[in-house]
């Protein structure tokens, strides 16, 4: 991996995607699908819920994901991910010579690789090819008390062309100091509508929906000590209800 160069979104440049961090105590790098999928929106939020923890034991962030640097940009105007941060390539290279799942691969006569992509997402959705999906779908509406709250009473959700939210109304479902109902499918609701939005932007190859990423942990000597491999929709990480939390075991 070390030797893996990516367009870089903050200045355009072909670049070694481990440049300048080898220093840091630890460093995670994270394998993104679509920059538009819902793994990997959902993924930039955690990182940046849990940025002080990340800044506080050093970890230096690095994170590659199939797009261009329009659909970067935008990704990272959105989720704040640190665009000097985040690497794109159109081609899911990186996946290949990394073994990640590729998706579901069902054969449809007649069509095209677009169309197959899509059928095969579709299914994925339902389960088939995709373990813990719909566990993972189900929990975002019935809300998981071994999770944290992800929303705080006095923060506001814009839905444009949607209402605004307060956080304070899920309370209303449950209480407070855990997931509550509703809570987690409302943000997946957000991130959907910003992708349908702007979907040109995101979807300019649909051939890679199904393909799958992963989490790669290194210490300061560039020893692999923690990894993750996507294996469906909605499992970018082992504990979906705090996805960082394997970072307390190193």
């Known amino acids: 991996m070390s030797r893996t160069q990516c367009l ?11 440049d300048d961090c080898w220093n840091a105590p630890q460093l995670l790098v994270i394998i993104w699908s679509l920059l538009g999928d819902f793994d990997s929106l959902e993924y930039a939020w955690w990182l940046q819920r849990e940025r002080k923890l990340l800044s506080n034991k ?7 994901g199939i797009g261009d640097r329009d659909s970067g940009l935008k990704f990272c105007k959105y989720t704040g991910f640190a665009p000097e941060c985040l690497f794109v390539e159109e081609k899911a290279e990186i996946h290949s010579q990394l073994g990640l799942y590729g998706g579901l691969s069902i054969q449809f006569p007649l069509l095209s690789v677009s169309q197959k992509a899509w059928l095969n997402f579709l299914v994925m959705c339902t389960g088939i090819g995709s373990p813990g ?8 509406y019935i809300g998981d008390k071994k999770a944290p709250q992800l929303i705080t009473d ?13 956080g304070s109304l899920f309370n209303l479902t449950g209480g407070k100091g855990f997931q509550r109902p ?10 959907m509508i910003h992708v ?11 051939s890679y929906l199904v393909q799958r990423g992963g989490t790669f942990l290194f210490d300061a000597q560039g020893c692999l000590i923690y990894e993750h491999r996507d294996r469906g929709i909605l499992g970018f990480a082992e504990d ?6 394997f970072l307390g075991n190193y």
Do not use: C, Q
């Open 8 to 18: 870089r979104v903050s200045d355009g440049n072909i670049k070694s995607v481990l």
């Open 58 to 64: 050093g970890i230096a962030v690095r994170a590659i």
């Open 133 to 140: 999906t719909m566990k993972e779908v189900f929990r975002g």
């Open 154 to 166: 006095d923060e506001f959700l814009d839905f444009t062309p949607l209402p605004v939210i307060k």
């Open 182 to 191: 509703f809570e987690l499918a409302t943000l997946r609701l957000r991130n």
């Open 196 to 206: 349908l939005s702007n979907w040109n932007t995101y979807m300019s190859n649909t």
């Open 240 to 245: 979906m209800g705090n996805p960082l939390s």
